[in-house]
């Protein structure tokens, strides 16, 4: 009788690194370029508040500074980023009303990014866990997306994790980003407001 060997624990391990390849590229590259921008902030010695004011230098000083800020905040929920501070950056650095545009522009389509994560890692059906509070919340998410979207921007529950959720259990695009963007629309308004009132060096935080 032919006895059937287990495949030992490395070969398994290979096996689902070969299945899952591109999943395991993409979180290394995610990875590579935390760790790289962590590394710059050490080896200067940086806070996020000291680096945002070498880039409101950089932004303020060239043609394509719009571009560029736009670019920097599609990388923002990559290298973890705190939103509230470039927000900031871009009524400072552009004033109220261009910086509320470039700045509504920006960050709704940042928004792209965790949400389209959230749906590559997830499956086609996605079941919440067997508890009932949980299953309320999601079938209310896929009942009336739109509606239950704009209201968690509206409350500010964390951003990144909402448009991670609204991905991971498929919520259609076009509700999702429709409802960002409205629902960024009074935050940008006040935090640019905020970074347009304040003159001088936002790092070293002179008025």
């Known amino acids: 009788m032919e006895m059937s060997t287990k495949p030992s624990w490395t070969q398994r391990v290979w096996r689902w690194l070969k299945a899952h390849r591109t999943a395991v590229i993409a979180v290394l590259f995610w990875l590579a370029l935390l760790l790289i921008v962590r590394q710059y ?55 109220l009303w261009p910086g509320f545009l470039i700045v509504l522009i920006a960050g709704t389509v940042s928004a792209m990014i965790p949400y389209g994560i959230g749906r590559w890692f997830s499956s086609e059906a996605t079941e919440p866990a067997n508890t009932s509070a949980l299953q309320r919340f999601v079938h209310l998410l896929r009942r009336n997306p739109f509606q239950a979207v704009l209201t968690m921007r509206l409350i500010y529950l964390p951003y990144d994790a909402v448009s991670l959720v609204a991905g991971s259990l498929r919520i259609p695009f076009g509700s999702f980003i429709l409802a960002t963007g409205l629902g960024n629309l009074a935050g940008t308004l006040s935090f640019v407001g905020i970074g347009a009132a304040l003159e001088g060096d936002l790092a070293a935080g002179q008025a």
């Open 41 to 95: 902030m050490t080896a200067n010695d940086l806070t996020f508040a000291q680096l945002t004011g070498e880039l409101q230098t950089i932004l303020s000083s060239n043609w394509f500074g719009p571009a560029l800020y736009i670019g920097v905040y599609l990388l923002r929920p990559v290298i973890l980023f705190p939103a509230s501070l470039l927000t900031i950056l871009g009524g400072s650095v552009f004033g």
